[in-house]
């Protein structure tokens, strides 16, 4: 049995979907980890990053952003932002004092999103790392072709199928449009913590080199690029998740 078998609780917002999470209280910072798109807190590095917390004493937090997993909502009435909100309020509710955050592929971008949000907010002490796993910012820009893109313009979505999911994989003109207006690479980007980027060598979905365009645009001296030799975009082998678990120790036990 793991820390996360109890089953979720949930947070009630005004006006926005209810948000399913898992936390458990312990020493700061709070690990926070933001699944990557059409993935939720169930996930095996989020449960294990979960379980090593719980088994540590550290504070952690895991969520299913709205109309994904087991939050209320639709997955095709969500952006970007919309999901950054939902970090924030859940961090706001259950996440007091500094944050180190974790996210995967698309939550790498979430993650930068929400740092730059914290920090603008409440001050630098807010946010005492970030690690990406595979991080995906920018990825509307990038991750599409020209005629992809024209596709969800026009017809107001691109549906594609993937390995990851027996569902299709589907991008709505409203999370391409959040997502370009929101990008943040071709920009210095002004966050000063430390700053781990774990990527796959055989990453098929996002190129190794984002990682390397990242770490170039944060603002931040202390930014190490780790190149998993091996790895793909996942980075779920047992060896990977132990990189992960040994980054996150690395980093809290610094602050």
Not at 54 to 67: I, P, Q, S, T, V
Not at 90 to 106: E, F, T
Request: glycine share 10%; charged share 20%; proline share 5%.
């Amino acid at each position: 049995m793991t820390a996360v078998d109890a089953g979720p609780e949930y947070l009630d917002r005004a006006g926005r979907p209810r948000l399913a999470y898992h936390h458990v209280a312990g020493t700061g910072p709070t690990i926070v980890f933001l699944p990557g798109y059409l993935s939720d807190m169930a996930g095996g590095k989020a449960t294990a990053l979960f379980d090593w917390a719980a088994a540590e004493g550290r504070a952690c937090l895991l969520l299913d952003y709205a109309g994904c997993g087991l939050s209320d909502g639709l997955f095709a009435d969500q952006a970007l932002l919309d999901w950054r909100g939902d970090v924030l309020d859940l961090i706001d509710a259950r996440a007091a004092g500094p944050v180190i955050i974790v996210g995967s592929s698309m939550g790498g971008w979430l993650m930068l999103l929400t740092a730059l949000a914290l920090i603008q907010r409440d001050g630098p002490g807010r946010v005492a790392g970030l690690i990406g796993i595979a991080a995906a910012p920018d990825f509307t820009d990038w991750g599409f072709s020209d005629s992809e893109k024209a596709i969800i313009l026009a017809e107001g979505e691109l549906r594609e199928e993937t390995t990851y999911s027996d569902q299709p994989y589907v991008t709505t003109r409203g999370f391409f449009q959040s997502g370009e207006a929101n990008r943040l690479l071709d920009t210095e980007i002004p966050l000063t913590c430390p700053v781990r980027l774990l990527h796959g060598q055989d990453d098929g979905d996002v190129p190794p080199e984002i990682s390397l365009r990242l770490s170039a645009a944060i603002a931040s001296d202390d930014v190490q690029v780790t190149l998993v030799k091996g790895g793909d975009h996942r980075l779920s082998r047992e060896t990977d998740i132990a990189l992960l678990i040994d980054t996150v120790a690395r980093l809290t036990t610094t602050n």
